[in-house]
């Protein structure tokens, strides 16, 4: 079965500064990984996928991740926040079956 | 349709009452997921459909819950005897295949009292 762990639970950041969150996963086979965002009182919506290719994706709003199989990781990062960045971010993993999801992540944008 | 539709989009019920909650995935999408988002939560898987294969329901939380998923298409999760701890908002998700990305509906915010 697979499972992902997003390691920060909170992430204060600096309007313009960088901001990475990270997001490690299990699996015992090949997997197919997703960022999500959820702003405030919205729906979640897709911010990028890594499912072959090329390690580094780049996802909607400035974001891209890279997926990196020898550390299992999948971390999300850009390189300059904007106030509108401030929502919940989710990594999933989708593995042999389910599509699992991480507890997320509250990315807070500080002027 | 358009995207993935789910209602009602809020449900207020009593303590011990069922209640239905639907969900209508992207036409042609052949896998759909159900998840449970608590306050300040993550998401909780509940059940998953692909095809006509047999459900994955390993993340129903007890046996009140359960789902079914008519001609391949719409999706009715059913809660018995609702309890306090049921209130959360329920979110439904649909993919083409299963393997590429999930779209979500706006979710079922259930409140029991």
């Known amino acids: 079965a697979q499972s992902v762990t997003q390691l920060d639970s909170q992430v204060p950041v600096f309007e313009e500064a960088p901001v990475e969150l990270r997001c490690n996963y299990s699996s015992s086979v090949s997997v197919y990984l997703f960022w999500y965002v959820q702003y405030p009182n919205q729906g979640l919506q897709l911010l990028l996928k890594?499912?072959?290719?090329?390690?580094l994706v780049k996802g909607i709003n400035g974001f891209e991740a890279e997926f990196n199989k020898s550390q299992t990781s999948f971390h999300l990062r850009k390189p300059s926040v904007h106030i509108s960045d401030t929502a919940e971010y989710f990594c999933a993993v989708r593995g042999a079956q389910k599509l699992v999801f991480g507890q997320g992540t509250r990315l807070t944008i500080n002027p | 349709g358009a995207g993935v539709s789910q209602s009602p989009s809020n449900k207020v019920t009593e303590k011990g009452k069922d209640v239905e909650l639907r969900c209508d995935p992207i036409?042609?999408?052949?896998?759909l997921y159900w998840y449970r988002q608590s306050l300040g939560q993550g998401l909780e898987f509940l059940i998953y459909?692909?095809?006509?294969?047999?459900?994955?329901k390993s993340g129903l939380p007890s046996d009140r819950f359960s789902a079914e998923r008519t001609g391949g298409s719409v999706s009715t999760l059913t809660i018995q005897r609702t309890q306090q701890e049921d209130s959360a908002v329920y979110l439904c998700a649909s993919s083409l295949n299963g393997d590429t990305e999930a779209f979500f509906g706006q979710g079922t915010r259930l409140t029991v009292v």
């Open positions: 890594y499912l072959s290719g090329s390690t």
């Open positions: 036409s042609g999408h052949t896998a």
């Open positions: 459909f692909q095809g006509n294969s047999a459900p994955d």
